[in-house]
Every structure is written in structure tokens, then in C-alpha cells.
Nanobody
Framework: QVQLVESGGGLVQPGGSLRVSCAASGINFRSYTMGWYRQAPGKQRELVATITSGDITNYVDSVKGRFTISRDNAKNTVYLQMNNLKPEDTAVYYC????????????WGKGTLVTVSS
């Protein structure tokens, strides 16, 4: 079965750093665009960053210059390095795998909580 398992969340102080990981199984990982989404309490889920099968990256404006998405195809894992964290980054971070065929196939992880607080 398809599984996306996030890890690495936790409590960090403002200005700190954290790296979350997503290990994928059951898909041809190298063929998928991988992404990180987040959902803060009382807010809609938003796209944070994506990385294509060709290693092209995109970021939401609010995290540009602070977050870096990367992938290790040999490990079927995508990472999100988060630096200079702000309280508004507090959210559950979800891993997403997407493949555009006849339609777009999407898979989701269960999320990992990142809390930025002093």
C-alpha cells in the first residue's frame, strides 16, 4: 500500500531550525512531485513547497529564503529544512505526493506537528 510517513516535528523557539522528513513507500517515488503542506489551527491547509521529479522547487512567499525542500530518491524521502522559524509557522505539516497522468493522483501523509513558541 501507499504510505507517506512524516517525522521530525516538535517544539522549537522562534529563530530556531527544524528539519521534517517524509518517507514514501508503495509509489515510484522518482516519478512524483513531492510537496509539503501545512495547516495551522483555525486556518486552511496551504501549500508550503514542492519539488518535481526534475528537482525544480517552488515555495510559498512567506517561507522563501527560510525553508528548503529537497529529495533523496535513493531513500524515497523528501525533506523540508526550516530555518529562522516564526510563531506563524506553527502547524501540522503534511507530506504530499502527486503524479499528473490522465488526472492528478495525490497521496497524503498523516502529518507531523511543528510548534514554534518561546
Amino acid at each position: 500500500q501507499v504510505q507517506l510517513v512524516e517525522s521530525g516535528g516538535g517544539l522549537v523557539q522562534p529563530g530556531g531550525s527544524l528539519r521534517v522528513s517524509c518517507a514514501a513507500s508503495g509509489i515510484n517515488f522518482r516519478s512524483y512531485t513531492m510537496g509539503w503542506y501545512r495547516q495551522a489551527p483555525g486556518k486552511q491547509r496551504e501549500l508550503v513547497a514542492t519539488i518535481t521529479s526534475g528537482d525544480i522547487t517552488n515555495y510559498v512567499d512567506s517561507v522563501k529564503g527560510r525553508f528548503t525542500i529537497s529529495r533523496d530518491n535513493a531513500k524515497n524521502t523528501v525533506y523540508l529544512q526550516m530555518n529562522n522559524l516564526k510563531p506563524e509557522d506553527t502547524a501540522v505539516y503534511y507530506c504530499n505526493a502527486a503524479f499528473r497522468g490522465a488526472g492528478t493522483i495525490r497521496y497524503w501523509g498523516k502529518g507531523t506537528l511543528v510548534t514554534v513558541s518561546s
